[in-house]
């Protein structure tokens, strides 16, 4: 059964840092692309950062403020967030490209003086 667990969202001050943290099982983890996607109320989920055969690329938006990384031995993929802005407020999910339906419950990011 696969599951996707993310956690490390909270409430942070602007030009603050978070470290999310995906959680995977129930698949090969070490061969699969994993990606982090987020959703602000009203919007449509929006792809942030993809890992995948040793590469990363990022959506403008995030590009040198957030970086994607893995530990293939804990099947977890991470997500650094620096500098954050209130326009960074969202539920961030995981995703793996392998297997695009399954989803997580997502971890809540509030960026908010």
């Known amino acids: 059964q696969v599951r996707l667990v993310e956690s490390g969202g909270g409430l942070v001050q602007p030009g603050g840092s978070l470290r999310l943290s995906c959680a995977a099982s129930?698949?090969?983890?070490?061969?699969?692309?994993m990606r982090w996607y987020r959703q602000a109320p009203g919007k449509k989920r929006e792809l942030v950062a993809t890992?995948?055969?040793?590469?990363?690329n990022y959506a403008d938006s995030v590009k040198g403020r957030f970086t994607i990384s893995r530990d293939n031995a804990k099947s977890t993929v991470y997500l650094q967030m620096n500098s954050l802005k209130p326009e960074d407020t969202a539920v961030y999910y995981c995703?793996?490209?392998?297997?695009?339906?399954?989803w997580g419950k997502g971890t809540q990011v509030t960026v908010s003086s």
């Open positions: 129930g698949f090969t983890f070490s061969s699969s692309a």
């Open positions: 995703n793996t490209l392998n297997l695009p339906w399954y």
């Open positions: 890992s995948a055969g040793g590469t990363t």
